[in-house]
């Protein structure tokens, strides 16, 4: 068999363990704070592969699962059985702590076997797992804050391992997070973190920290050819989160959930950090013209430099969620000045060689950062700047 077709049914697998019915509970490494709601998605995948290879192969085509043929709608028709036999088979290896061990090591960790619960319940209440989604659509409309405490308070909240499930798969679809935090502030009479525990609204602030830590995928690795769009969306997400609840909440010190904020915010800023420091030299290099030999444009440059200052600019309006005050407020000073200064020398240039392709091209980029770090009103200036300086000649 052709690697690449290796590598194409390893992703699939990989991808959808148990079909995709439990894929709103998946969350991706690194997970270095694990959270009741949730399931590595490396720990579902070996689950998977011990259910469908060792418990049920009469009922669950291996190869159905490697080509991707074996869809959700065939583990719904066999799902009772498949559950009936994870439960027979913890049951047995309740009873010997050998077996339990080779459990474990068949599934390669410890942790694997102690999701197994988890996905046991995901499974058996995954019809309540797409209400909980609807639920997370339908919080965004809301507007009474009133009619959101009601319908938070319709949640099981007596059932704290049921909820942490349904609110990790409500909390997917939650544009602004804050709006749950100060509605459970005025539920619970005052912003302390022991009324929230209290008030049993652990699995609400537990859903949001996991749905912060598992931003961190995204940032990393983050080379100078990223997928920008998805990492600047991925760092907002991360902020909104992160926000809802440093910014409302009166943390204990040295509790749990302070011990959780304060690990993902510097794995965050660990991760986007190489990146930020690349920013000023990645634009001088950009816009700078060849010293030696004929001048040509960099496309590759012009295209890290470009999601630099988008980075920049995102990385301002998350600060207060990250661990990088200096080195932004640097990056930014010195990417302000260095633009300014090679959009005045590529503005002298295209008034010498206006029918210079690559002067232009690297002019065009250099206000396109300029829209991006100052505003469109600058931007708009140089552009005719630029026009004037054409038809002059």
């Known amino acids: 068999m052709p690697v690449s077709t290796v590598a194409r049914r390893a992703v699939r697998v990989a991808a959808r363990p148990f079909a995709g019915l439990i894929d709103v509970i998946l969350v991706q490494d690194p997970v270095p704070f694990p959270f009741a709601g949730s399931v590595a998605r490396k720990y579902a995948d070996a689950i998977w592969t011990w259910v469908y290879r060792d ?217 986007i950090e190489p990146r930020l420091r690349d920013v000023v030299s990645d634009l001088n290099q950009a816009l700078r013209r060849g010293r030696e030999g004929s001048d040509r444009l960099d496309d590759d440059r012009i295209l890290a430099a470009i999601n630099g200052v988008y980075l920049l600019s995102t990385i301002r309006e998350c600060r207060d969620s990250l661990a990088l005050n200096a080195l932004f407020e640097q990056a930014w000073s010195q990417t302000g000045q260095a633009l300014e200064m090679h959009l005045q020398r590529n503005l002298d240039l295209i008034r010498q060689y206006p029918a210079d392709p690559v002067i232009g091209a690297r002019l065009d980029a250099g206000i396109k950062m300029a829209e991006v770090r100052f505003n469109p009103e600058y931007a708009e200036t140089l552009r005719r700047a630029r026009a004037s300086a054409e038809r002059r000649n």
């Open 55 to 271: 418990l049920c192969p009469d009922l669950i085509s291996a190869d159905g699962v490697a080509n991707g043929n074996f869809v959700a709608t065939d583990l719904e028709v066999v799902l009772p059985e498949v559950l009936a036999r994870v439960k027979a088979a913890l049951a047995v290896v309740a009873q010997d702590p050998e077996k339990d061990q080779r459990l474990r090591s068949a599934l390669g960790s410890h942790e694997a076997r102690d999701a197994i619960p988890v996905i046991v319940s995901a499974l058996r209440n995954r019809a309540l797992l797409a209400k909980a989604q609807a639920f997370g659509k339908a919080i965004n409309t809301i507007t009474d804050e009133a009619a959101l405490g009601v319908a938070l308070q319709s949640m099981p909240l007596q059932d704290p391992p049921l909820a942490a499930l349904l609110f990790h798969a409500a909390i997917g679809q939650v544009a602004n997070p804050t709006r749950l935090i100060t509605t459970l502030i005025r539920l619970a009479g005052n912003a302390t973190e022991a009324s929230m525990i209290r008030m049993g609204f652990t699995p609400v602030i537990d859903a949001i920290l996991a749905h912060a830590q598992n931003q961190l995928h995204v940032l990393q690795p983050m080379g100078a050819f990223a997928d920008i769009d998805l990492v600047c969306r991925s760092l907002d997400r991360f902020h909104r989160l992160v926000r809802s609840l440093t910014g409302y909440i009166e943390f204990a010190r040295g509790s749990r959930w302070a011990t959780v904020l304060a690990g993902v915010t510097k794995q965050a800023s660990d991760r």
